[in-house]
């Protein structure tokens, strides 16, 4: 099966500073990668997603990146804001199933 | 959109009585649904997985007799936790995914406290 290994576990930026996520997943043949961010006490979100037939998308200040050869994939996001902060999971495909990562605490300090 | 609603939002039960979920997609047809508990501090632990009119498929470790889920329509599913303990308090989220596609869209779960 899917095995996903999310790092950094916490995150402290600065405000206005840039924040990078990454995670690893095992199933070469995975095809869909999606982030999804979670405030305290909250339904996940999905904030954005990849697909295996594009290397990077972006949605205004977060941007994804996939590469496939060494089957990992980042989540970015720039000029951080205060209500950034949440706890954001990654997630690979196991038929149509998602295998989530231990997630990433995001701090942005003002 | 991609709307999905969970009720209760929180419920507090007594040790040995049964607590139901339920799990509506607002917008779209759910050919399945997805069933997650969640731990203080912890990630997405998929349960089990429900196709519409089917029976639910369910991971490793998670018994089926405890944890009864209903999928009897495109739009809604049911978890009903059956002589719940105090082991069994947890965030219990459901979601739900379109026919064809990947994306899972999360309702806002439900917080069970057995006393």
């Known amino acids: 099966g899917e095995n996903v290994e999310q790092h950094p576990s916490t995150l402290s930026v600065q405000e206005g500073d840039s924040a990078v996520i990454k995670c690893t997943y095992s199933d070469s043949a995975s095809n869909y990668f999606p982030w999804y961010k979670q405030e305290l006490g909250k339904r996940p979100q999905l904030i954005i997603d990849?697909?295996?037939?594009?290397g990077e998308k972006k949605d205004q200040r977060i941007a994804v990146t996939l590469n496939k050869t060494a089957k990992h994939f980042s989540l970015h996001i720039t000029e951080t804001q205060p209500e950034d902060s949440a706890v954001y999971f990654c997630?690979?495909?196991?038929?149509?199933?998602?295998?989530f990562g231990k997630g990433t605490k995001l701090s942005v300090i003002p | 959109g991609a709307v999905v609603s969970q009720h209760p939002s929180w419920v507090i039960c007594k040790s040995g009585t049964s607590v139901k979920i339920e799990c509506r997609s607002l917008?779209?047809?759910?050919?399945?649904m997805f069933w997650y508990r969640q731990f203080p501090k912890q990630s997405l632990m998929l349960m089990a997985t429900s196709n519409e009119g089917s029976k639910a498929t369910y991971e490793q470790g998670v018994e089926k007799d405890k944890f009864l889920i209903n999928h009897a329509s495109l739009t809604l599913s049911t978890l009903t936790v059956t002589s719940a303990h105090p082991e069994d308090s947890s965030f219990y989220i459901c979601?739900?995914?379109?026919?064809?596609?990947?994306?899972?869209?999360f309702g806002p779960g439900t917080r069970l406290t057995v006393t």
């Open positions: 990849i697909r295996s037939n594009v």
């Open positions: 917008d779209f047809q759910a050919t399945t």
């Open positions: 997630a690979a495909p196991r038929g149509y199933q998602l295998t």
């Open positions: 979601s739900g995914r379109r026919r064809g596609l990947y994306e899972q869209y």
